[in-house]
């Protein structure tokens, strides 16, 4: 764990480095180059943060003291970081949210807030299609704006994995209050949950 800690660090001096002397050795005509270097260097810095955790947990330390020094919970420290095992195999559970998970979930919400009630439960699960008629879905949602008025806009979309289920959370906002849009993709791309959440619960 240590070599893999040292290594992250020799990579992170090493592009701080090449991002100290682009201004002097760099090509003049590369304007986006700084940023490039510094998209590299936040990247770098993740890798050590995920090798420190790994290295904590590895000599006993607990999700939660890794939580309190990340300021984040227990919880969300360990879906980020951990390397959860599948009960129903042995092996290690893939972690990795869809790429696509974020303007997948945007092409959901869209579809949710222009009413194309079609749309949206065409992409469902079979269970969910089972569960959730159009009409059902209209009538939810028009309770949602009959509490918190005409939809506004979207915020960032953020995403995790659990199990086989990639679970995104993207925040709605409405002239007189805020939600939070929380949809579950399967593998496939069709929605296995859908719920428009108060903040405080999502």
Avoid: C, K
């Avoid at 569960?131 to 949602?141: I, P, T, V």
């Amino acid at each position: 764990m240590q070599s893999s800690l040292t290594s992250a660090l020799a990579d992170l001096a090493a592009r701080t480095d090449a991002l100290l002397v682009a201004p002097v050795l760099g090509d003049p005509d590369n304007r986006v180059g700084l940023v490039l270097g510094a998209v590299g260097i936040r990247e770098s810095a993740e890798r050590v943060v995920v090798a420190a955790v790994q290295q904590a947990r590895s000599e006993g330390t607990s999700w939660q003291a890794i939580g309190d020094a990340l300021g984040v919970t227990r919880q969300a420290a360990f879906q980020r970081y951990g390397r959860p095992t599948d009960p129903r195999t042995g092996e290690p559970m893939n972690t990795t949210p869809l790429a696509e998970a974020a303007p997948i979930a945007a092409s959901v919400i869209d579809d949710l807030t222009g009413g194309r009630w079609d749309a949206v439960t065409s992409r469902f699960d079979t269970a969910m299609q089972t569960g959730l008629s159009e009409d059902a879905l209209a009538a939810a949602w028009a309770q949602i704006v009959g509490l918190a008025g005409s939809y506004e806009g979207r915020g960032d979309t953020e995403a995790t994995r659990t199990a086989d289920i990639t679970v995104t959370n993207t925040p709605l906002r409405f002239e007189a209050g805020d939600y939070v849009a929380r949809i579950a993709f399967r593998d496939d791309r069709t929605i296995a949950g859908l719920h428009i959440l108060n903040p405080e619960l999502a």
